[in-house]
């Protein structure tokens, strides 16, 4: 029997690690490889994070300058309405030199200068590619806050105005009229608490002045494509994605024709400020002393204006058959007829009662001012071109007015009446609009106001005959008299407009 034996061979332990080295040594470098791949992305991926970074800092630095810019532009503007000490070369309608491109951050480099520019809409230029570098007057809109108050002189009279707003109904029309009026009660058509309480998120009407409109949107049938239409950027120009239809935002009707919205014709912010130049107060022609306004007046003007202004106070004009043409003999504003007699009554008593002991009277110019005024001045164009017929030295005398009605008397002294003379006891006057800047639509709303007279005021407003805006034309129209002393309306029909209009504001 054969034994099988086992043959022991010994290992070479060199051996096998040179056969393992073999084997290893090109998955060492694959491994190298990917370390080297993925460090590379990562530092690739920290670089493009960076710059990417570095990028957005950049825009929000730029963004925060360009805001900062912004704001001096507001802080411009404020400064420069509020220095009046070169009132006559005072131009904020069309001021290039003043308003555009003005620099505040200097640089050699293009991308590190900083520029502003203020900028408005030519109202007129239906095609909305003109722009003017000056201040947009918000006395141009209608001021809705005024509304209420107008509606109760005279019932309808609110609606009127806002219907000729374009898109406007006469839903939303009373419904606006029934969010700032100060009751509860549903006007026609219109819309108060008892609606917005039905609401899935209720909520009661405001039944005050608006502080902004964007408090519109409240209201019932206001929508913002109403409110701020197709100028998203609001710069007054018609960009091409606001004339593309729906292929971009604002969806818009590609009629080539910029809707501004109602925002370009309302506010809630439109006010004069009612004092002379010089901070100082103005004589109030309205005020219940006779013997005071005519001493302030003697002083100011002399004894024949201070004469005619108290005859007009006690007597009244002389009504023409134009004034009774056109209406303009009323002398009711701001009230009722019940109301104004019954002021008047008042101020009659408190004269009387002041000024009248027996077979004793107070009198200046030879008129006997013991009765009060029983007329009111509705604006100061009653004063130009009337006559007033009253006692004088207990004779029955006509006084014709000192201001003609004439253009050159009107050019050299409405000016002049309106830095001294008022109407009002209030230190600012509310809602007129102004009619250099103000739209078509918002003119045809003016009461008295007729269709002809107000595109001839849109053709005359400032710009010149080739389009661009006009620089010059502001200075001969300090007042709104230029309307008569450019043909466009007649005395007669100004005593009407006078008290809803201005040419400041």
């Known amino acids: 029997m054969k034994s099988s034996t086992s043959q022991f061979i010994p290992l070479n332990p060199f051996t096998d690690q040179k056969k393992s080295r073999k084997l290893r040594a090109g ?8 370390v080297v791949v993925m460090l590379s992305l990562g530092a690739y991926t920290f670089s493009e994070l960076m710059i990417v970074e570095v990028e957005a800092t950049n825009i929000y630095g730029r963004s925060i300058q360009s805001r900062e810019l912004a704001l001096s532009g507001i802080e411009l503007a404020a400064a420069y ?7 006559d070369g005072w131009n904020s309608y069309h001021n290039p030199d003043q308003f555009q491109n003005k620099n505040l951050l200097p640089s050699d480099a293009p991308r590190a200068s ?10 007129k230029d239906a095609s909305s590619n003109t722009i003017r570098f000056g201040l947009m007057n918000e006395s141009g809109k209608l001021n809705l806050n005024i509304l209420a108050s107008e509606d109760e002189q005279e019932e309808g009279a609110a609606v009127d105005r806002l219907m000729n707003i374009p898109n406007m109904t006469e839903e939303i029309a009373a419904a606006i009229l029934d969010w700032i009026d100060d009751d509860d009660e549903t006007r026609s058509y219109g819309a108060e608490s008892d609606y917005y309480e039905t609401l899935e998120s209720p909520y009661f009407t405001k039944n005050s002045p608006l502080e902004s409109l964007d408090e519109l949107l409240l209201v019932r049938g206001v929508t913002p494509e109403l409110l701020y239409g197709e100028d998203t950027n609001r710069n007054g120009l018609l960009d091409s994605n606001e004339n593309d239809g729906d292929a971009t935002l604002p969806n818009d009707n590609t009629d080539g024709i910029l809707n501004a919205g109602w925002c370009e014709y309302f506010t809630v912010h439109s006010r004069e ?10 004589i109030n022609v309205n005020q219940t002393m006779l013997t005071e ?5 003697e002083t100011e003007l002399g004894p024949d204006e201070a004469r005619y202004i108290v005859a007009y106070r006690l007597s009244g004009p ?3 058959e134009s004034d009774l043409a056109t209406g303009a003999s009323s002398t009711t504003v701001g009230g009722s007829m019940s109301e104004k ?3 008047n009554e008042l101020a009659n008593g408190i004269a009387k009662a002041m000024f009248s002991e027996e077979g004793v009277s107070v009198t200046r110019g030879g008129m006997d001012l013991s009765p009060g005024g029983a007329f009111t001045i509705n604006s100061l164009f009653d004063l130009i071109g009337s006559e007033v017929e009253t006692e004088i030295d207990g004779t029955k005398t006509t006084l014709s007015s000192p201001w003609l009605a004439d253009p050159g008397a009107m050019t050299a002294e409405l000016p002049v009446l309106h830095d001294l003379l008022t109407t009002s006891k209030n230190q600012y006057i509310e809602g007129r609009i102004q009619i250099d800047e103000a739209r078509l639509e918002t003119l045809l709303g003016i009461p008295g106001m007729e269709a002809d007279l107000a595109n001839a005021i849109v053709n005359s407003q400032m710009t010149a005959t080739n389009g661009a805006p006009s620089t010059e034309i502001s200075q001969a129209r300090q007042t709104t008299g230029w309307l008569v002393i450019e043909g466009l309306t007649t005395i007669e029909q100004m005593r009407l407009l006078a008290p809803y209009i201005c040419s400041g504001g």
């Open 114 to 123: 900083g520029y502003f520019s203020i900028v408005a809409p030519v109202t």
């Open 293 to 297: 306004l005519y001493d302030a007046l």
């Open 341 to 343: 007699q019954a002021l």
């Open 318 to 320: 002389v009504v023409t």
């Open 27 to 34: 998955s060492t470098l694959l491994v190298v490889l990917v």
């Open 273 to 282: 400020i009612n004092i002379r130049p010089d901070g100082s107060e103005k």
């Open 81 to 87: 309405i509020g220095d009046r000490s070169d009132i």
